[in-house]
Every structure is written in structure tokens, then in C-alpha cells.
């Protein structure tokens, strides 16, 4: 299937993020140490196979909490004080904007323009704290950059 370069430009959920790119790496070296280990010392298959077993459940782990928790897009509401924040996985959720913190400074998700990247902020209600990774590179997960602005200043928007 070949895609139009505007399609993919618009579109950048397709590309996979840099901390999952992270994780797996990790884990493919934490494998080669292991077989590498179990060759030398002939350690035995049951040991290879829980600490293999480990590693991969752990990497599941991770890549489940990084993308079950990405936010692909962000819609204001009308009045201004909510957004309704679509995951990648379907769903959505209405959080008032003072509720949204976010977890690092925001260069960080302005120097990365090529790369996808998820950027965490914790959003928090009446019950529990919940921590989101925006999903894009830069800011494109983010169409209004006014949301952003009212994020990271905690504050509303008027309309």
C-alpha cells in the first residue's frame, strides 16, 4: 500500500513512537544477553525461559501503557473550559483544562518535529489521577495551539 506524503504529513499516527521504539530495543538486548548467557553457562531452559518470559511481558506492558493511553486528537468545547480528548485506541474523555498537567516542559515537545513522540500530562478528576501521552510529532496532535497554551498555563479559554 503506498501512501500520499500529505496523507502520512496529516496523519502521523502510523509512525511509531520514540519510547516504544525505546522499550523494544531494550528488550531485544535484554534477550541477546540472556541467549548469550544461557550459551555460555548453559544455565538451563527453565531459567532462559522465565527471565525471556519477564522481558516480554514487561515490554507488553509498556507498550500497552504507552499507546492505550495516547491522545491522537483534542477537541475545545464550546465553553471553553473542556476538551474532549480522543485516545488512539477509540474512546474519548471531557476533561476541564485547569485538570490537565502537564508531566515535562514543553521544549521537549517542540524540538521534536520529525520523530513521533508522547508527550505525558496527568489528567486528574473527582476519583483518580490519570497519566495521557499526547501523540504526534511537535505539536500536531495538538490542532489549536491555544489549548496547548491554556494547558500548560492551567487556565480556560474564552470563547
Known sequence: MI????SIAEN?????????KEVTI???FG????????YLFSSGYMLYSLLTGYLGFNWL???????????I????????????MYYKTGGSINVKIKNI???RHEKELV?????PYLFPVEVSDSKSKKTCYFYGNGQSAIKNGEIFRAIINGQSISV
Open 61 to 71: 506492558y509498556k507498550c500497552q501503557m504507552y499507546m492505550g493511553n495516547a491522545i
Open 12 to 20: 502521523n499516527i502510523r509512525y511509531v513512537p520514540y519510547e516504544v
Open 101 to 103: 498537567k502537564k508531566l
Open 73 to 84: 486528537r483534542m477537541e475545545l468545547n464550546e465553553d471553553g473550559e473542556s476538551v474532549n
Open 111 to 115: 524540538q521534536t518535529f520529525e520523530e
Open 3 to 6: 501512501f500520499h506524503e500529505d
Open 31 to 38: 534477550v541477546m544477553l540472556i541467549l548469550m548467557g544461557d
Open 26 to 28: 531494550k528488550t531485544g
